[in-house]
């Protein structure tokens, strides 16, 4: 942010404000967590805020502090409307584009309030007054702690608003693995301990409290709905909405299982297909030199960052896995170089 931008932003939070938050379909820990981060920090300043998410999330983040004041535009669009149309400010949390929130996108388009990106996705759109936007920030919730900072109010960091933030940092880096993870990503992380963020606690409500039907399920996928397709160092999975039937499936029991066919010794590209919503959603992760974000946007109607981007198809399951298989010869000497 320019520092003309940063002393109107200023200006513009200094008496109370109608606030509302928005973030990506089907919000993800970071999406969740800076938005409950900024949430818990802009109620603290006397603003009236509200979050709105564009359909649901997963059980596992219901725990974050602000979780029961949010609006799930999907099931509460009557409700969420006037809200978003009120608005004096909307601040669009983890994400580059309004077509990433759905039919919510319409409405915070047409509204006349001043909106505000806070996003580290490539290429961001041109639809916001005010934007906090770096890729090299390793989340969306780093960001939210540096406009704090930016604000001057380092010091109104509390635990609610250090738990959001630490639970968002440590799961868009993959527990602090992915190649996003800095020297400064570990200090900002520091700095949250310090304010009071349960790192132990945090990674057990995330990680290690799974329903059995969620474990089987992710068993199933590494018996039965892998393939490995060695010619081009990639391994991919799919799963048919039957099976996410059989298995009892609940949002989020998916998340990260494209990460086990990426962690297979020699391959750097890895993908995952899933029939959901009336319309087949896919993941793409890669190591190395592999840009997925290129691949999602020229492909499948998505994009995100070089090595973890998503998308969707209209085509059915098996065609939208034809189609990807048949692209892999065009990128064979990519993924077969040296990484």
């Known amino acids: 942010m320019k520092q003309t931008d940063i002393k109107e932003v200023k200006q513009l939070l200094a008496t109370p404000k109608n606030i509302v938050i928005v ?23 006397k603003h009236h805020v509200t979050v709105i998410t564009p359909n649901d999330y997963p059980a596992f983040l219901n725990w974050l502090p602000g979780n029961n004041k949010v609006l799930n535009y999907q099931l509460k669009t009557k409700i969420a409307k006037p809200i978003i149309a009120k608005a004096d400010i909307i601040f669009c949390l983890d994400f580059n584009s309004l077509k990433r929130i759905e039919v919510l996108g319409v409405e915070v388009g047409k509204a006349k309030a001043i909106k505000f990106i806070i996003d580290h996705h490539l290429q961001p759109e041109d639809f916001a007054k005010y934007m906090l936007h770096s890729t090299e920030a390793c989340s969306a919730c780093e960001l939210v702690f540096d406009f704090i900072n930016l604000m001057a109010d380092g010091k109104s960091i509390n635990k609610n608003i250090a738990n959001c933030l630490y639970t968002g940092m440590m799961t868009d880096t993959g527990s602090f693995r992915f190649p996003s993870t800095t020297a400064r990503t ?3 992380v520091a700095a949250l301990i310090d304010a009071g963020a349960n790192n132990s606690e945090i990674h057990n409500r995330i990680y290690d409290d799974n329903t059995e039907s969620r474990l089987r399920l992710l068993g199933y996928c590494l018996s039965e709905k892998l393939t490995v397709l060695k010619e081009y160092n990639t391994a991919f999975f799919s799963l048919r909405a039957d099976e996410l039937k059989r298995f009892n499936y609940k949002k989020g029991d998916t998340e990260s299982v494209v ?20 319309a087949v959603k896919t993941s793409f992760r890669s190591k190395g030199t592999f840009d997925v974000n290129l691949f999602a946007r020229k492909n499948f109607n998505g994009g995100g960052h070089a090595h973890a981007a998503g998308g969707q198809s209209d085509l059915t399951l098996d065609e939208a896995v034809i189609k990807f298989v048949s692209l892999l010869p065009e990128y064979k000497k990519q993924l077969n170089k040296k990484q």
Request: aromatic residues 16%.
């Open 186 to 188: 570990h200090k900002i």
């Open 23 to 45: 973030t990506h379909w089907s919000p993800d820990g970071d999406a969740m967590g800076s938005s409950l981060g900024l949430y818990n920090y802009l109620i603290q300043q």
């Open 259 to 278: 990460n086990y066919a990426l962690s297979i010794e020699g391959i750097c590209f890895a993908a995952f297909f899933v029939e959901r919503d009336e």
